[in-house]
């Protein structure tokens, strides 16, 4: 990764609902993390509109995203057990096959994997809250 | 207690769920279909959930997606609506075994009414007649007369392990058996691998009947009367009335008797049909619709009761408090059904209204109608004090119907209820071929 614009990042941000980030690149590592006061400010702050906006500039500007939706209906993890780390953050890097969540469906766990290498630009839906067919999942960029 | 509902279906019925639950105080949600997401239901609904893509296997027809929607969006009960899962009893069982509610009859009873052998013997055990028929595959043609004398020409044969109308014969005499016998065995061999034929009484003209039925699953079973639906297009019913203009009141006792007695025979629970074949002052029992039927306004019509609201109640637990003497029958309805004869999106759409019309539709001017599911656009119900009047009131209503954009047979239900054999109410299953066949023909 290239080195990161610190302003950008910031402000990226800023305008989520992310209550943590973790960025490296080659000069150095960035950890953002919100306190909960913060958190519960920054919602508001941050009008829907303005979120939805963000990502359509860039976009523009970078290479075309794409968007992972959800094949069932069910409850949307991203993790494979409640203390585990995640299958993907924003940033990962993922290879074709590889598991970027689980979506639960009558006490199943169904591993979605990844059907092209790509990185997580953004993560759609809320983990542990349910999700339709159709919903959007992930963001991503073929790699 | 239920509080909520998801509704597993589209179109017309789905609306028509979806305002039985507001009457009720209950929480609707519908789930839907991609193709369905600027439907009528999901608009009206008070939550929707996307279950799949527009084909209905992936949909509609897509049992753990609709099971796991109902759980997480915390439904009591899932009605089925008719056609898709409604006659499904391994879904049925699936819906109770996941702890919810199954708007209808218990899934055994959808099992058992499932299996057209074992739905013809509980109405056998139950006393009520069915088609005159060897109940054996014929061994040689010695078997075949002895057979046919008994049921009584004319008589078909059908293959045992067919279906789809092929590998039928009707034989009017006897001089005609042996040929036709080595015939239908040949072609039941060559379609089906199974040279078995059986032997049924043929009926010429039947009128299809059906009687509506409530039963509480406590032992109590209330009738609603009749529904003919004789005026049919390969099987597929246009018009529907009730009361019938041919049954007699003796028939129609006999009729109604015997489908509560089979209801009660079954321990049945919830909405029900029994559909008959008549001919003359013969009626044979046809099979058992276990589940909400698309023709239900017009006992609602005729009777007063609220047949959706009526299966949501009993799935509730609570017991019918009336008894028969209660159910009062009066007028007549009749139900047109206006279905599309091609898709796409309806630039005009101008349903009728005015003193004793109902409509049921899910689509309005810039809807689409889509190619992946039932053609059905709207249902037009009248109820008139007699069918004379209804009759009138009908035209009227079909009059003011605009529909652009769609292909429709709205022209044909206008030359069916205008036709001379539909006003006599002397006609069979047959009157459309005779009335718009012949129509196509001089035009």
Sequence with gaps: MDTLNLEQVLSLFDNSTLSELELSCPTYTIKLKRSSTEQIQAKPSAPVAKVAAAPEKPAKAEEKTEIITSPIVGTFYLTPAPDAPPYVRVGSTVQAKDVLCTIEAMKLMNQLEADYACEIVEILAKPESMVEFGQPLFKVKRI | ?443
């Design chain 2, 1 to 443: 207690m239920i509080g909520s509902i998801l509704i597993a279906n589209r179109g017309e019925i789905a609306v028509r769920v979806v305002r039985a639950c507001r009457d009720l105080g209950i929480r609707a949600v519908v789930a839907y279909s991609q193709a369905d997401a600027d439907t009528l239901a999901v608009k009206l609904a008070d939550e929707a959930v996307c279950i799949g893509p527009a084909p209905t296997q992936e949909s509609y027809l897509n049992s753990k997606n609709i099971i796991v929607a109902a759980c997480l969006k915390r439904c009591d009960a899932i009605h089925p609506g008719v056609g898709f899962l409604s006659e499904n009893a391994a879904f049925a069982k699936a819906v109770e075994d996941a702890g919810l509610i199954f708007i209808g009859p218990k899934s055994e009873t959808i099992a058992l009414l499932g299996n057209k052998v074992e739905a013809r013997k509980a109405a056998l055990a139950a006393g009520l007649p069915i088609t005159p028929g060897s109940k054996e595959a014929i061994t040689d043609l010695a078997d075949g007369k002895l057979n046919a004398s008994q049921i009584g020409y004319p008589i078909i044969l059908k293959a045992s392990s067919g279906g789809g109308g092929r590998g039928m014969r009707i034989v009017r005499k006897e001089s005609e058996l042996e040929a036709a016998l080595a015939l239908a065995r040949k072609e039941a061999k060559l379609f089906f691998g199974d040279d078995a034929v059986h032997m049924e009484r043929f009926l010429e003209q039947p009128r299809h009947l059906e009687i509506q039925l409530l039963s509480d699953g406590k032992g109590t079973v209330l009738h609603l009367g009749e529904r003919d639906c004789s005026v049919q297009k390969n099987h597929q019913k246009l018009l529907e009335e009730s009361p019938s203009p041919i049954l007699s009141e003796s028939l129609r006792s006999a009729m109604c008797e015997d489908s509560v007695k089979l209801f009660q025979e079954l321990g049945y629970r919830g909405a029900g049909t029994v559909e008959y074949l008549v001919e003359g002052s013969s009626y044979y029992f046809m099979e058992v619709n276990a589940r909400l039927q698309v023709e239900h306004p017009v006992s609602e019509l005729v009777s007063s009761f609220d047949l959706v609201r009526a299966q949501i109640e009993i799935a509730q637990g609570k017991s019918l408090s009336l008894s028969q003497k209660d159910v009062q029958l009066s007028g007549y309805a009749l139900e047109c059904r206006i279905n599309g004869l091609s898709a796409g999106r309806i630039e005009k759409f101008v349903m009728p209204s005015g003193p004793h019309v109902r409509v049921d539709t899910y689509l309005e001017t810039g809807s689409v109608l889509s190619p992946y599911y039932d053609s059905l656009i709207a249902k037009i119900i009248i109820w008139a004090p007699s069918r004379e009047q209804g009759l009138s009131v009908m035209q009227r209503a079909l009059a003011e119907v605009e529909i652009e954009g769609v292909k429709t047979n709205l022209e044909e239900q206008k030359l069916l209820i205008a036709s001379r054999p539909f006003t006599s109410g002397r006609f069979g299953t047959d009157l459309y071929a005779k009335v718009c066949d012949q129509e196509k023909k001089h035009a």
